[in-house]
């Protein structure tokens, strides 16, 4: 048990022990209520007692710690989830049975193993770090007949192993829905060319490792017997071992610097590669010419143990690339695999559904959508009337009612009721594929910044190269010894390892800290674009602010919150969940008798305690003969005009009670923007939420209203986060909605926030995975001290460069010294590097990360 976790405990111990054991009254004849706390019967019977009843002691007193410590949300948000999953389950157990059919498996259909047992390879959505795929295995482990499951977090696969004889592909579903993660046929497109790339790099790098190590114990060996001394015949034999190894590691796995250094001389392009390959080929012929004739010194060790480090900088890198490429598959999960196709009997005038894989769907196919499901494809609606969730494409908040002959886009739910959709896209097609088009091509347009490693390398390389041929020719008038081993001691000595683990190193450092921080990056490139001053474009709904709709002003009287909370208590609409949970919030118990007679667009009605019950807007009370009077009028106006959605609720047929509905400001952001803006920075909104609540919001933040749009698009977005990048500083989206995927992909750094959409985290490099605002301050901190850094590790590189060069050329430093000072540029890096702080946790930030633990608690 966790320190916090003790004072809980401790506190709900003590307030438990001073509680009146008089509040359970005797048991009476009757109906007995619930308790308020953990839903159990109590010993209260129906009608004796109107407010919260409890069946015991500690049920009170975990009520009134929960009550006084703020964390009302809890019993809303435990009946919301009970409510949610009932309307789910019947929809998914039918899903589940799909699982045991071949054609609707297709390329993950199970393959039978020799052992009678089978094997298969599913998508699994939900997944987000390495606790999911360990949660999934072990819970696996416990399920008889499910063998082994393993989790492959880079393409957010499951392989399982399963026995056909004691469990079935749907119970797999089900287990793992229970967990909270869905199952999926794979994508048959998989490109296999990335994993056989991964794979032979990995081979190089395993093979240039086993030279390494056996070249580094040979020269152990010799480098003793200087000192201990060793027969000239076993340091002969050991020195053709080891030439051996080195050569075999040049000429192996290191061919690939060749390749890149004949490249650069075909184009005439300067490149790293190339005193790489020189250095490895001067090395590697003059070692081997002194092996043979058994005088001199062997380059062996240093030669395999750089190709080794250097193969492995070669692979980050390659994996580095690939995300952009994993990005665009994952995007695709966010949509359904399946849909339920309405067929047509031939000889009836009767429709039956069958679930089918959404790349067959056709033009002008008749699908259904049940509610609380995600629409599969673009279409039209064709029957039925329900309300849309479009934050996934357009930010907004508030849901969009759709009836017959109004336009639906694929990755949106329905709310409320079924409706019958006719397709007009699917795949790339669709409004959402376009977006994802939109995401691919802006990361490939995307021009990089020139890392000033690359600048002061390119002439790095060029000028080590001449020194090298001026320090031959010159001392060539000597001896043709003397000048090989001058020459040579430069290209060693000089070898650029420093200057190329001056900047890899010191953002290897800094992201493994921020990953710490609960900050997560993936592309270096980040830390630099954000050290300086610059734009930042935030989105509104879900990162400004909650992304939920909350009641923010109440008039009137707090009975017609509570009986319209009784009415929405079965309803999933935004808005009936924003009523329910602030009745929770205040403590008000929810009429027993209360029901739910019909659902409209604009409200709903339903009787509770014998009155009907009127919950809306205006054109819904007006609709059923309520008079909205005059100066009911005026406030609704003044609410809209303040940014809150007006909901009125009438008792027999007369307003009892007006509320404001807002979506609230995030925790943190006032002090966030407040922070950028001594920073330097400039800030804007993107949001496809309404302009006149995007404009409240603006307001709120103190930020100005001609940087602060709404109603836009995701192509919208995208278009001025190009428009931004035309002036000379970096531009910023902060994000977490697939409506922001292109735009988090086009800005030079895109940050997104925990609770996003899948796709967001893939398209931005920078994930904060503590969803805490005032992290984006952390980021740009350690960002500045990272940088700072790596321009130390340059001029340290190049000082010791400089020194050594200038001893080399004056024959000071023969080949031996040479590679024993070597790896001294590398190791000032590394020191400087781990002593460097950053990403530090600063007294500010440790007292706001305490309040929000305290929060929580």
């Known amino acids: 048990m966790t320190s916090?976790?003790?004072?809980?405990?401790?506190?709900?111990a003590h307030a438990t022990s001073e509680l009146s054991p008089a509040v359970t009254p005797n048991t009476p004849a009757g109906v007995t209520l619930p308790c308020t706390h953990c839903g159990l019967p109590t010993h209260c019977e129906a009608g004796t007692h109107p407010e919260q009843v409890f069946c015991c002691a500690g049920c009170l007193g975990a009520y009134q710690l929960i009550h006084g410590w703020g964390l009302e949300d809890f019993y809303a948000l435990r009946d919301q989830m009970k409510l949610t999953g009932a309307a789910q389950a019947a929809g998914r157990a039918n899903r589940y049975e799909q699982f045991d059919q071949a054609d609707f498996l297709g390329p993950s259909k199970p393959v039978a193993l020799n052992d009678g047992t089978c094997r298969?390879?599913?998508?699994?959505?939900?997944?987000?770090?390495?606790?999911?795929?360990?949660?999934?295995?072990?819970?696996?482990?416990?399920?008889?007949?499910?063998?082994s499951a393993r989790v492959k977090m880079?393409?957010?696969?499951?392989?399982?192993?399963?026995?056909?004889?004691?469990?079935?592909?749907?119970?797999?579903?089900?287990?793992?829905?229970?967990?909270?993660?869905?199952?999926?046929?794979?994508?048959?497109?998989?490109?296999?060319?990335?994993?056989q790339e991964n794979r032979r790099l990995l081979i190089q790098i395993a093979i240039a490792g086993f030279f390494a190590a056996n070249a580094m114990w040979i020269a152990i060996a010799l480098y003793a017997g200087d000192y201990s001394g060793v027969e000239a015949e076993h340091r002969y034999f050991l020195g053709l071992i080891g030439t051996a190894l080195g050569v075999a590691a040049v000429a192996g796995p290191g061919r690939t610097f060749f390749v890149g250094a004949l490249a650069s001389l075909r184009t005439w392009t300067p490149h790293m590669d190339l005193p790489v390959a020189l250095g490895l080929s001067v090395g590697t012929l003059v070692g081997s010419a002194n092996a043979i004739a058994g005088r001199g010194?062997?380059?062996?060790?240093?030669?395999?143990?750089?190709?080794?480090?250097?193969?492995?900088?070669?692979?980050?890198?390659?994996?580095?690339?690939?995300?952009?490429?994993?990005?665009?598959?994952?995007?695709?999960?966010?949509?359904p695999r399946h849909a339920s196709l309405v067929v047509a009997e031939t000889d009836q005038a009767v429709e039956s559904e069958k679930i089918v894989l959404v790349d067959t769907l056709q033009l002008g196919d008749i699908i259904r959508v049940a509610a609380g499901e995600h629409v599969p494809a673009d279409g039209q609606v064709v029957q039925g009337r329900s309300n849309i969730d479009r934050s996934l494409l357009t930010g907004e908040s508030q849901p969009m009612p759709v009836c017959s002959g109004d336009a639906v886009a694929a990755g949106t739910i329905n709310l409320t009721s079924p409706i019958d959709v006719q397709v007009t896209a699917t795949g790339r097609e669709s409004r959402i594929g376009r977006v994802m088009q939109s995401v691919e091509a802006a990361a490939t347009e995307k021009t990089p910044i020139v890392q000033l490693a690359d600048r002061i390398g390119g002439v790095f390389v060029v000028a080590v190269t001449l020194l090298a041929l001026v320090t031959f020719a010159y001392w060539s008038q000597v001896s043709l010894a003397t000048a090989t081993a001058h020459a040579t001691a430069l290209l060693i000595v000089a070898c650029p390892c420093a200057l190329a683990l001056a900047t890899p190193l010191a953002i290897a450092v800094g992201l493994g800290r921020a990953a710490k921080r609960n900050i997560l990056i993936r592309d270096g490139q980040a830390l630099q674009q954000l050290s300086g001053r610059g734009v930042m474009w935030f989105d509104k709904t879900g990162t400004l602010t909650e992304g939920r709709q909350r009641v923010s002003t109440l008039q009137g009287s707090i009975e017609g919150l509570r009986l319209a909370a009784g009415v929405e208590a079965s309803c999933r609409h935004p808005v009936a969940q924003a009523i329910v949970l602030d009745a929770r919030r205040r403590g008000l118990t929810l009429p027993i008798s209360a029901r739910l007679d019909r659902v409209a667009n604009s409200g709903v009605v339903g009787e509770a305690e014998q009155q009907t019950i009127f919950v809306?807007?205006?054109?819904?009370?007006?609709?059923?003969?309520?008079?909205?009077?005059?100066?009911?009028?005026?406030r609704l106006e003044q609410l809209a005009a303040n940014g809150e959605s007006p909901i009125l609720i009438a008792?027999?047929?007369?307003?009892?009670?007006?509320?404001?509905?807002?979506?609230?400001l995030r925790c943190g952001a006032l002090e966030m923007v407040a922070e950028l803006g001594r920073r330097g920075w400039s800030m804007g909104i993107l949001s496809g939420d309404h302009p006149q609540i995007v404009s409240g919001v603006a307001q709120q933040l103190g930020l100005a209203p001609e940087r602060c749009f709404g109603g836009l698009s995701p192509e919208e977005k995208l278009a001025a986060i190009r428009e931004s990048r035309h002036v000379r500083q970096t531009v910023a989206m902060v994000g977490d909605g697939a409506n922001d995927a292109a735009a988090l992909a086009a800005a030079d750094v895109g940050i997104a926030l925990r609770g996003g959409a899948e796709v967001s985290l893939q398209a931005a490099p920078v994930f904060i995975a503590s969803g805490q605002l005032s992290s984006l301050v952390t980021l740009l901190r350690g960002a500045k001290a990272t940088t700072r850094l790596v321009l130390l590790n340059f001029a340290l590189s190049l000082g010791y460069n400089l020194v050594a060069v200038g001893l080399a050329m004056a024959g000071w430093i023969s080949p031996l010294i040479a590679a024993l000072l070597m790896p001294l540029s590398s190791v000032s890096v590394l020191a400087l590097t781990l002593a460097w702080r950053s990403f530090e946790e600063t007294a500010a930030s440790q007292s706001q990360a305490s309040g929000a633990l305290g929060e929580r608690v």
């Open 297 to 335: 010194h062997v380059y062996f060790d240093s030669l395999a143990t750089l190709v080794f480090f250097l193969l492995i900088g070669r692979w980050i890198q390659f994996r580095q690339q690939q995300r952009a490429a994993r990005a665009v598959d994952l995007m695709l999960r966010i949509t």
């Open 120 to 147: 298969a390879e599913f998508a699994i959505h939900g997944l987000h770090c390495g606790a999911c795929a360990w949660l999934i295995e072990n819970a696996a482990a416990r399920e008889p007949g499910l063998l």
């Open 154 to 195: 880079s393409d957010h696969t499951i392989g399982i192993v399963f026995d056909p004889a004691e469990i079935r592909l749907s119970q797999v579903a089900r287990l793992l829905d229970r967990l909270g993660y869905g199952l999926a046929p794979i994508d048959p497109q998989r490109d296999d060319q990335v994993q």
């Open 4 to 12: 916090s976790q003790t004072i809980v405990a401790d506190r709900l």
């Open 616 to 634: 809306g807007n205006r054109q819904h009370l007006e609709q059923h003969g309520i008079v909205i009077e005059a100066e009911l009028h005026r």
């Open 651 to 664: 008792v027999g047929g007369v307003v009892i009670t007006l509320l404001g509905l807002s979506d609230p």
